[in-house]
């Protein structure tokens, strides 16, 4: 704990952990990949965009320097120093800090309410940016084609599309095997960033006076509203930044700080740097002045290391979808659908089919739309400024109610980033109509079927729970005598361990007998990313024959049911598999006539709730075991 800001938790195992060097090289690989294929394209749209700043001298210093304090500011200050301290059990991104701000001490129903909707929106203004990142790296690093020779030019959105289909298809093969290659590649690929920014910037020294914040200041006063506007292109410098905190669960604070600040800002802002000394050498470089810096014996080879670096980079982002995905269905955000895990070694290494076709298909759809990574970056930034005021408002709640700052210290954190924050935000709304709207679109899409399947499970639970019995009160009757026992093991999942569960209800109805032990199973899912294997299982005894079980699970655990209740032998409960039967309830939603929700809604849940993935599958009960009762509720 240092002062008021807690630090990033630790694990203690008995294998040595690996060095801070090995975990900040690793780290390069995954959490650098989208910032650092940044300097492919950001100063290019600066000057060659639709708003382009003409490149006289004096334009050119304040646009280093602007570059320079937003990635100071943003990505050094805020989520290096600031937001990555607020970690949920060393997991970060905009899920845990959603958890940390829904635990804020006496908190209203309609704060609580708002700071769910917000990270939920958050979370899904991310998958905008899974499908923009990819489309908009690879294209813009096989436009690199062009500066090598004119007669690529048609070949470059198909070479684009033929690169990010084969990295779709690879998705079920795991990339276990060629990730340990992701750290070592974008080291080198950050190396040579600094190095060719290095040798233009020998060139014209004196472009390292572009730090001087003097020269923003005096950009954006002298040149109002271009200078706003060209803020909607700076951005793209920082884009990727709120990846450091996402990322920190795999990783750790230390080693991705250690990367930051020692290597990969240096590496990108004197790239940055020179791309700006070789513009005021040769104005004719504007063009594409990130592959005009390198000799022309060397353009192809920065192309083919700058589309490598940008495959990465769009994997990562890929991956990251994965992952929150499996982490929102964990939470209750959206219905289960099938994950599959692609490496028995490496827990995180997922895949999910369903969100792998359609964000190729939306990735295919962008290409084909925009065609060129000009266009693209018309619809690059809205989503990730959003998320990134997003992520400051939350921010601020978790350093007002969890960490003790006073009103005013949270107030000065509060306006100083969200100054910064919606600055780059409200730059970038004018790009809505050239092409912002489709991240803008995507995201209200997700957050339309984050909310519905919320609201929807909550409006089923009350039915459930409306229409239950006491647990107490039903054992209690027992006691007078009751259905014919049978032998074996009975297990009903129950949302509600202190209700009877329907699915019993439903087999006392048609069956009319109970097991001679009968487990009521209720599975919770905690808002941390792991529970211990000794907080996993609590196992309480009943009268009767009857024996509760609660199975805790993190948002980053793997449910495995069977699995959990063969540890159980150390509580006193005996399960044997081919003794037991697992029952379910299969729910059937029909509308009400007096909806508790919009039609449209009520629709939208119902087919979400018919193609979610079986409880059956999710938590990995053998089929041959499992009885499902069915019933209708209206909702």
């Known amino acids: 704990m240092h002062g008021n800001i807690p630090v990033a938790s630790t694990t ?6 690996p060095s801070l060097a090995a975990m900040s090289l690793a780290a390069m690989g995954v959490v650098y990949g989208d910032i650092g294929t940044s300097p492919l394209y950001t100063m290019k749209e600066v000057f060659n965009g639709h708003h382009a700043v003409p490149a006289t001298p004096d334009n050119l ?55 769910s909707v917000l990270g939920m929106f958050g979370a899904a203004l991310f998958y905008g940016d899974a499908v923009i990142t990819p489309a908009m790296s690879v294209l813009s690093a096989i436009e690199g084609l062009e500066v090598v020779t004119p007669i690529f030019q048609p070949y470059v959105v198909p070479i684009t599309l033929a690169i990010l289909t084969s990295l779709f298809l690879f998705q079920p093969k795991g990339t276990a095997s060629v990730a340990r290659l992701f750290g070592p590649v974008m080291a080198f690929w950050f190396a040579t960033l600094g190095l060719l920014g290095l040798w233009n910037v020998i060139q014209h020294p004196d472009i390292l006076a572009a730090i001087n914040p003097w020269y923003a200041f005096r950009f ?60 005021l050498a040769d104005p004719d470089a504007i063009k594409s002045p990130f592959f005009h810096m390198a000799p022309d014996a060397l353009q192809m080879p920065l192309v083919i290391l700058a589309t490598v670096a940008t495959v990465i980079a769009s994997q990562a982002v890929i991956s990251g979808a994965y992952s929150l995905t499996s982490q929102a269905i964990q939470l ?62 939350l921010a601020f709640i978790v350093v007002r109610a969890l960490w003790g700052w006073g009103w005013f210290h949270a ?30 679109v995507l995201g209200l899409s997700v957050f339309a079927l984050l909310s519905t399947w919320k609201r929807g499970r909550a409006l089923l639970y009350e039915k459930l729970r409306q229409d239950s019995m006491p647990l107490d009160a039903f054992i209690k009757s027992l006691h007078y005598g009751g259905p014919q026992r049978v032998e074996g093991m009975g297990i009903f ?11 019993m209800l439903h087999n006392l109805l048609h069956n009319k007998v109970l097991h001679e032990q009968v487990v009521l199973l209720n599975v919770q899912m905690e808002d941390v990313p792991h ?15 009857f024996i509760q079980v609660i199975l805790r699970y993190g948002f980053k655990d793997d449910p495995d049911i069977p699995a959990a209740l063969a540890t159980c032998a150390t509580q006193g409960l005996r399960y044997e598999p081919m003794e037991s039967s697992f029952f379910l309830g299969r729910e059937t939603i029909v509308p009400h006539r007096m909806p508790t929700m919009p039609f449209w809604r009520q629709v939208l849940f119902m087919w979400m709730f018919r193609n979610a993935d079986t409880a059956t599958a999710f938590f990995k009960i053998p089929t041959n075991r499992v009885v499902e009762l069915g019933t209708q509720i209206e909702l």
């Open 531 to 545: 529970v211990s294997e000794q907080e996993r299982l609590t196992v309480t005894p009943l009268e009767q024959g």
């Open 332 to 393: 209750g955000y959206c219905p289960r659908i099938q994950i599959k895990f692609t490496s028995e070694r490496e827990k995180g290494q997922i895949y999910i089919p369903n969100i792998n076709w359609l964000l190729l298909l939306a990735v295919i759809v962008l290409v084909i739309g925009f065609r060129s990574s000009s266009n693209l970056a018309s619809a690059y930034g809205i989503a990730v400024t959003l998320t990134m005021m997003i992520d400051t408002i």
């Open 12 to 17: 203690s195992e008995n294998h040595p952990q």
């Open 411 to 440: 107030g000065l954190f509060l306006a100083f980033f969200v100054i910064v924050d919606f600055s780059f935000f409200s730059a970038n709304v004018i790009k809505i109509f050239d092409g912002g709207w489709f991240p803008l």
């Open 493 to 503: 999942m129950t949302p509600d361990p202190h209700s009877v569960p329907r699915a």
């Open 220 to 279: 954006m006063v002298d040149h109002g509203n271009l200078a706003f506007l060209a803020l909607g292109a700076v951005v793209l410098a920082i884009t990727g930044g709120e990846a450091l905190y996402a990322d920190m669960g795999h990783f750790g604070r230390r080693p991705i700080m250690w990367a930051w600040i020692t290597f990969v800002f240096p590496a990108l802002y004197l790239n940055y740097l020179g791309q700006g000394a070789l513009i």
């Open 61 to 115: 210093m304040g646009i280093l320097s602007l570059v320079f304090w937003a990635m100071t500011i943003t990505v050094s200050l805020k989520y290096v120093l600031f937001i990555m301290r607020a970690d949920n059990r060393g997991e970060g991104g905009i899920m845990a800090l959603t958890a940390l701000a829904l635990r804020t001490p006496g908190a209203s129903p309609t704060l609580l309410w708002s700071v």
